[in-house]
């Protein structure tokens, strides 16, 4: 058992106790059966690699995938498995400290909504995967694993800065981009222009430039394009349908400009992309933006 004083914030200078109780990894099997559970003696955080799975918390059923961390509060009731299709895997740390709720509180966790979305999970690899192969139970690695386990919960804590202060946004702001995503969501298909987008949200398009720039880090264009691929994608991994017949569903009617713009952004051809069976979530860079709105 470790003791870590913490000042300031939710924490008002007490000292909070740490104990990591198990690490370990899974690969789930895609028929693995639901898992219903209830910890009794501490808590156990949850890291998905890859691949996508759902968690059943206070009624509620989340869709999780690679980068979320979710974490099952002691003395409540989950249930969660993996997708049938595409599998998650992740790392998950057990730990008991007596004073859970307000430390993982300041990681954007609490027992309403025990999930997050790690905007750098490739930032925190190196940590999740040292914590893993050290953890052997002893008193010696414990020291160890918990400046691991430390680092990971300040990122988490970060990490959870970082989306308040994305959220401190103008409203107007927030409604104008949300409005415009949504319209090239449910509209990709169409042969839209920057000037159609506009024109369709009441908006001139300099200043649609700007609040993509700004909220989004792309253009409008970009966004249209790789939101296309990404569904593409969707596409390739689970049809059977061909290359031409995929590129006019998102929308492309000149198939070897649509391979182009997919190896743009994918960095393979759709038909190598297909061939590999890629376990990526290809929707992880809404969520690690912050704008998932499907």
């Known amino acids: 058992m470790f003791e870590v004083s913490m000042g ?10 740490l104990k990591i109780q198990r690490v370990g990894q899974e690969h789930c099997d895609p028929k693995k059966k639901p898992e219903r559970r209830r910890w009794d003696t501490y808590s156990s955080l949850h ?5 996508r799975g759902m968690l059943l918390a206070n009624g509620e059923k989340v869709s999780l995938g690679k980068g979320d961390v979710f974490l099952l509060f002691k003395d409540e ?16 740390v057990d730990f008991h400290s007596n004073n859970a709720k307000d430390l993982v509180a300041a990681c954007g966790l609490t027992p309403k909504k ?36 430390l680092h990971l919960l300040s990122d988490l804590m ?5 989306k308040k202060a994305a959220g401190e946004y103008s409203s107007v702001k927030q409604r104008h981009i949300r409005n415009i995503i949504t319209y090239i969501n449910n509209n990709f298909r169409l042969p839209l222009s920057v000037q159609d987008i506009a024109s369709q949200n009441h908006i001139s398009v300099s200043r649609m430039m700007v609040l993509f720039a700004e909220l989004v880090g792309i253009s409008p264009t970009a966004y249209l394009n790789k939101y296309r691929v990404s569904t593409a994608c969707e596409l390739l991994k689970n049809s059977t349908a061909t290359i031409g017949e995929i590129a006019n569903a998102v929308g492309v009617e000149d198939q070897l400009y649509f391979s182009r713009m997919f190896k743009k952004w994918k960095g393979v051809s759709p038909r190598e992309y297909r061939t590999r069976a890629a376990r990526e979530d290809p929707f992880a860079w ?9």
């Open 8 to 17: 300031g914030g939710p924490f008002s200078d007490e000292t909070i106790t």
């Open 47 to 51: 890291f998905v690699l890859y691949g």
């Open 77 to 92: 009731e989950y249930e969660y498995f993996p997708d049938p299709i595409d599998p998650w895997s992740y790392i998950w």
């Open 114 to 149: 025990p999930y997050t979305h790690l905007t750098n999970l490739s930032g925190e690899m190196g940590l999740l995967k040292s914590l893993y192969e050290s953890f052997d139970a002893s008193e010696v690695q414990q020291m160890e694993c918990m400046s691991y386990f």
């Open 158 to 162: 970060k990490n959870a800065d970082r």
């Open 286 to 294: 809404l969520k690690e933006k912050n704008i998932d709105f499907r």
